[in-house]
Structures are given as C-alpha cells and as structure tokens.
C-alpha cells in the first residue's frame, strides 16, 4: 500500500486536504503548531487504497523542534509528497519545496490558500512555476476541496525529478529568480482586518483589544451557556425526563440497592438531580445539563479566535510575562486550550523546546487551569451559595499560577526561550468549518466524558456500599479534619477526581459541607491531581521521572494552599 505524505511549513492547510482527501475529522486552525503529531488516515485513489499522513509541519528539512524532527524522520517513509504551500507567501514556502526535490522524491506541489491570492493582489503563473520546478503543480484551498481531484489524479505515473542537492546560498538565489517570474504583485489598500492586524500586537492597542476580546469571549460563553441550560435542557430533564424517573423511583421501591445505584438518594423526599447521585439522575444530569452547554460556548468561541488567527498574537503581547514565569507566549495558547480540556492543553507543550519549559507549563497546567467541565460544576455548585466564593477559587487559582511559575523558573536551571512566531493574517472565518470543529469537539465530550461520569457514579455508590469510603476516611482523616477542615466522606471525591474532576466537584454537593469547606473543597479538587487522561499524556510527554516530580509539586501545593484557606476563610 503506498504511503502519501501531505509535507509543508506550519499552518499551511495540510490538515484541511488531510480531511479532504481522507474524509476524516481533524481540528483545522488558522495558527502553526495544531498538528503537534502525525495523523494517519485512507483514501482510495483511482481504484487504488492508499495511507495518506499528515506530517507536522515544518520549515525545512533541518530540524529546529521535536514536531520538525517527527516531520523529517517521516519523509522517507513517503511514496509520494504533496508539498503543500502557502499560495500567499510563496518565496518562503519555495525553500522546503527545493529541498524535498533534491531529495529525489516524486512531489506535487499544491498552491493552497489559493482563494487569499485573489484578496491579496497576488497572481502567480502556475504553469510557468511547474516548468520551473519541473514538478506538477495544482491550485487548491482545503477549505472548499478545490483542487483536491486535480492533485489526485497527477499521482498517477508520477516520477521524481532528479536535481542536484545545492547549498542553501544557491537555493536562496533560485528561489528569488523564480519568484520574480512567476508572482506578480497588485498595489492596493490595507484592508481593515490588516490595520487590525497591526493594531492587534501594538503594547497599548493589542492590550486594550485582548482586554475587550477576553471580557466578550467570558460573556458570550455565559450567554449561551446560561441560555442552553434555562430556557433549554434544565427545562426538558424537569418536564420530560423527572416523571420517568418518579415512576422507576416507584417501582424500584426506595430501601433497594438498585434504586440507590440507578436512581441515588431521595432528596426531602424527592429526585434532585444535582444531588441524588443515582446514574440515571445525576449521572446524565451533570454532563448533559451542567456541563455541556458551557463546552458548547466555550469551542465556539475557541473556534472562532482559532480560525481568525487571533491565537498567535495574544502569544505575542503575554510573552514577557510568561517570560517571568520561564516560559514564551506560545505557552498561553496550550493554557486556553487546557481551559476546553486539559488533555489537549497537555499536548501543545510538545511545541515548547526544552524539557525544563515542558515540565513548567504542565505543571501550571495541572494545578492551576482547571478544564472547562470542572469550571461549570464548580460555577454551579459554588455559585448557587456565593459569588464571592466562586471568585475565590478562581482568584486563588489565578495567584498559583503565578507564583509557582515564577518559583519553578528561579529554581530550574536554564532559561525560557525566545518567541520565534509566525503570525498568520487575519482569516474570515469560514462558518462551516467552525461548525464542524465545533460538533468534532462536543461529539468528543459527549463519547468521552459520558461513560466517565457514569462509571464514576456507579464506583461512588459502590464505594460506599462496600465500606471502602469509611476505610479511606479513616486513613486520611488526620489531613482532611486537621489540615483542610473537610469531612473525613470528602475523601471519596478525592478518589474519583482521578476519573472525572468534575464528578468529584459535583460529590461536594450532597455532603451538606459549609461555604467555606466548599470553598476549600473546590480549590483542593481543581490543585491535587489532573484527571487520568491527563496523567496518561503527562507521562509520554515528560517521562516517568518529570511525571512524578510534577506530580509532587501538585500534593504539597494542595496540602499548603488548602491548609491555608482553611485557617484564613
């Protein structure tokens, strides 16, 4: 079976012909870095079955990162290479182009973004480029398949070309020749997203736009969150889903075992849905009703800043801050996208350079930027009591954040990188494409998240049903009493936050703890762990060693801080 390899500069649109060619789903972004690993997938071209992978992207076939050094091991592996080309920035891309010919691999050039050209001003002769090259060239943009049954059927009896291998000074000077051929250049007027663009990355006016593009994502994300959960959903579980449950509560009859695990405690008398804990109560009632709306949101939102290139210029205008923390801007965007789910935040640290960087970023990620699901719960939850409570938490969070990364970068030996970007223009998003990411990352949660919580619910019930809960209280009562002023039955929230934090947050609820055990409950809970599925990816990306060290770090910080608010509160 012959493999394809879709190879290019970051962010030039590989992953959109991946998903044209392959039909499958992948997170297409207007920033470089959202394809951190390689992605497989098939096709069937002209009869044939092909693997067709999508490399991480790189600059040339000298390595700078780990993603560049997993792009060019993987050339050689390839039958075929579709060099994909920013069509809007051709002198740049050209270099990699070069390079791959002169390796002697039978390469097809797609000219991609092309529909930006015709905004640009830019004109490019593509046959003159194809006789230049001496390789076929095909127009494409990813978005729209334009292009893609071009570049499939050119693989037919396609040959390399044999070039000799030049010095990069030579390169340079063939690049410049062929562009002056073949591009031609329209004077026109900056438009107002590339005055924005300007504007966006300035100290004052960057910081003024940040500031207002923050406030409106937090207010958009609430709005609709808000919105889906009271005029919607809490609506359908009160009016539809409640009387079932009444009836199964009756029949199950309320002393039995099985009620306690499907239907979970009468509350007054009562199903209620936060707190009765039964898996077809709460179960369903956390991810879909509490939870879910605000995901929603908040990947639309993401989405939209993603696909309008915003993402990179906010790495911009925090870089010197996260600089006092030893790390550089392009940390920020792991952290909101840790703010969606921690587990894809976890991956963007592959992108920093260095393992002392790596091990930084994960480590404020795990302890001080809790996901999205978890930050519904507690909003929920807390928010009902106190808002002043909520703001705690957060606020509390916000200072860990700080303060250990300005710790771990005066103890960790080293230095933090410099900011080498590149800014990509500003893009209209493309709703579709939006739209598509967005029911790729709910659809996501929803297979995910679901079992999670349903598993998570039923080893509660288990654990206490079996006395397993006692035994750990008993164990642990000493830090939970002493220390953070909690409960010793607080204990099983610590359990299950391994699988679910925000299930464990949720557990806080029917415990009948005061507004600041609460308090103090939702802080621990956000500090002391990650989710597993966080683990599995802290573990491959830092190693065992790195793992256990953050994970260190993560228990001393929550004994302090939670010992602290318990004698401060």
């Not at 060619?21 to 394809?35: D, H, K, M, P």
């Not at 291998?165 to 390169?171: A, F, L, M, Y």
């Not at 002056?180 to 004052?204: A, D």
């Not at 809490?234 to 499907?262: A, G, Q």
């Amino acid at each position: 079976m012959k493999n394809i390899l879709l190879v290019g500069n970051p962010n030039v649109g590989k992953s959109a012909i991946f998903s044209r060619l392959t039909g499958a789903r992948v997170v297409i972004s207007n920033f470089s870095g959202s394809t951190v690993e390689y992605t497989k997938g098939r096709s069937k071209i002209f009869g044939d079955i092909v693997d067709v992978i999508d490399v991480p992207g790189t600059y040339s076939l000298k390595p700078n990162c780990c993603a560049e050094e997993v792009a060019v091991k993987m050339i050689d592996e390839g039958d075929i290479v579709i060099n994909v080309v920013d069509a809007t920035n051709l002198e740049r891309n050209l270099y990699l182009t070069l390079e791959l010919i002169e390796r002697g691999l039978p390469v097809i050039v797609a000219l991609n973004i092309w529909d930006e050209t015709k905004h640009r001003g830019i004109s490019i002769d593509i046959k003159r480029l194809e006789e230049l090259l001496g390789v076929p060239v095909v127009s494409t943009c990813g978005l729209t398949g334009e292009g893609i049954r071009e570049i499939a059927s050119k693989m037919k009896d396609l040959k390399p070309k044999q070039k000799e291998d030049v010095s990069d000074q030579q390169r340079w000077i063939e690049i410049g020749s062929i562009t002056q051929e073949v591009q031609r250049l329209c004077h026109r007027h900056h438009t107002f997203l590339e005055i924005l663009e300007g504007l966006s990355i300035r100290p004052v006016s960057g910081l003024i736009i940040g500031l207002i593009i923050m406030v409106a994502s937090f207010f958009v994300v609430r709005v609709i969150g808000e919105g889906v959960i009271n005029h919607l959903l809490d609506p359908l579980f009160e009016n539809y889903w409640l009387p079932v449950m009444n009836s199964l509560s009756t029949v199950l009859s309320k002393f039995s075992f099985l009620h306690y695990v499907i239907i979970g405690k009468l509350i007054n008398g009562g199903i209620d849905f936060g707190l009765s804990f039964g898996l077809l109560t709460t179960g369903l009632y956390v991810p879909i009703v509490m939870v879910a709306p605000y995901i929603l949101s908040f990947y639309f939102v993401l989405g939209l800043m993603e696909d309008f290139g915003y993402l990179p210029r906010l790495a911009v205008l925090v870089d010197n801050v996260m600089h006092k923390l030893g790390l550089h801007g392009y940390a920020a965007v792991g952290m909101i996208l840790g703010l969606g789910c921690n587990v894809s935040g976890a991956l963007s640290v592959r992108l920093l350079e260095s393992r002392r960087e790596k091990f930084i970023a994960s480590t404020l990620l795990s302890i001080a930027v809790p996901c999205m699901a978890q930050i519904a719960v507690i909003a929920g939850l807390l928010g009902a009591r106190s808002g002043r409570a909520v703001m705690i938490v957060f606020l509390t969070l916000l200072l860990l954040w700080f303060i250990i990364g300005y710790i771990l970068n005066k103890v960790l030996r080293g230095e933090s990188a410099p900011l080498i970007l590149e800014i990509p223009p500003y893009r209209r998003p493309h709703f579709r494409a939006v739209l598509k990411k967005l029911w790729m990352r709910i659809s996501s949660f929803f297979i995910t998240a679901i079992p999670y919580v349903l598993l998570g619910v039923l080893l509660v019930n288990m654990l206490y049903a079996f006395g397993i809960v006692d035994f750990f209280a008993h164990i642990f009562s000493p830090v939970l009493k002493n220390i953070w002023g909690l409960p010793p039955e607080a204990i099983s929230a610590l359990l299950i936050g391994f699988l679910r934090k925000d299930v464990a947050v949720g557990m806080l609820g029917p415990m009948g703890l005061t507004l600041k055990q609460l308090t103090v409950g939702c802080v621990i809970l956000a500090i002391y762990f990650p989710c597993f599925a966080t683990f599995i990816v802290l573990f491959r990306e830092l190693g065992l060693r790195d793992m256990l060290k953050a994970a260190f770090i993560m228990v001393g910080v929550a004994l302090m801080v939670g010992g602290i608010l318990n004698f401060i509160l």
